[in-house]
């Protein structure tokens, strides 16, 4: 069923402008100042089953963009953290040189483990007019390995600095709520959680 063109506005401000704020996102699609009606009536509009069609379909869209987004940095994360000192060198048998590999000859994807190249090359010029290079060294600089392990850890939930509490609130319901209520709540998550402050 298709929305009225105040309820679009709705809609529209609740993704965009309102930050998925209801009240906000009700203000402006109606054009009235906040109270507390506004609360209200922006709880009814989000409880509306064609509303929430509306504001779902693109939620979902955004969080599975995101999750791919997500992958592909947890992906580049591993690339650094699987980086190996072989895959980057070249040791010669003869002389027990090791010199960088060109990045042609680097294993695919290896590159993304590299924060700089650096060249320190002399030149001498000769009597002649030729020049003729001395020394021609170049190394890699790589990002922080033990930062991305880190990284994928707490990714993937092995190391976790704070207690983490997966609270499932309707934003209506909190905003509804009488003082007293939202005060009970709050201390009943603090007893649950070991949070003291």
Same mark, same amino acid.
């Given at each position: 069923? =298709?929305?009225?063109?105040?309820?679009?506005?709705?809609? /529209? !401000?609740?993704? $965009? @402008?309102?930050?998925?704020? %209801?009240?906000?996102?009700?203000?402006?699609?109606?054009?009235?100042?906040?109270?507390?009606?506004?609360?209200?009536?922006?709880?009814?509009?989000?409880?509306?089953?064609?509303?929430?069609?509306?504001?779902?379909?693109?939620?979902?869209?955004?969080?599975?963009?995101?999750?791919?987004?997500?992958?592909?940095?947890?992906?580049?994360?591993?690339?650094?953290? =699987?980086?190996?000192?072989?895959?980057?060198?070249?040791? /010669? !048998?003869?002389? $027990? @040189?090791?010199?960088?590999? %060109?990045?042609?000859?680097?294993?695919?994807?290896?590159?993304?483990?590299?924060?700089?190249?650096?060249?320190?090359?002399?030149?001498?010029?000769?009597?002649?007019?030729?020049?003729?290079?001395?020394?021609?060294?170049?190394?890699?600089?790589?990002?922080?390995?033990?930062?991305?392990?880190?990284?994928?850890?707490?990714?993937?939930?092995?190391?976790?600095?704070?207690?983490?509490?997966?609270?499932?609130?309707?934003?209506?319901?909190?905003?509804?709520?009488?003082?007293?209520?939202?005060?009970?709540?709050?201390?009943?998550?603090?007893?649950?959680?070991?949070?003291?402050?």
């Amino acid at each position: 069923m =298709a929305l009225s063109a105040k309820r679009q506005a709705f809609v /529209d !401000a609740y993704l $965009g @402008e309102a930050c998925r704020n %209801a009240a906000k996102a009700y203000c402006i699609a109606y054009g009235v100042e906040m109270s507390h009606s506004v609360y209200t009536s922006a709880s009814r509009l989000l409880r509306n089953v064609d509303i929430r069609k509306a504001i779902d379909a693109p939620m979902k869209v955004e969080r599975t963009r995101i999750q791919a987004q997500l992958q592909d940095l947890v992906n580049e994360m591993m690339l650094i953290a =699987a980086a190996r000192p072989e895959d980057y060198m070249t040791i /010669d !048998a003869e002389t $027990g @040189e090791c010199r960088p590999k %060109a990045f042609q000859d680097l294993p695919e994807g290896a590159s993304a483990a590299i924060k700089k190249v650096r060249e320190k090359r002399v030149i001498k010029e000769c009597p002649d007019g030729e020049t003729m290079i001395l020394t021609d060294d170049w190394s890699y600089e790589f990002y922080d390995k033990m930062k991305a392990i880190e990284t994928i850890g707490k990714h993937l939930g092995g190391f976790i600095d704070k207690r983490e509490v997966d609270l499932k609130l309707d934003q209506a319901e909190l905003i509804n709520m009488e003082p007293a209520e939202r005060k009970l709540l709050i201390e009943s998550l603090r007893k649950r959680t070991g949070i003291l402050n």
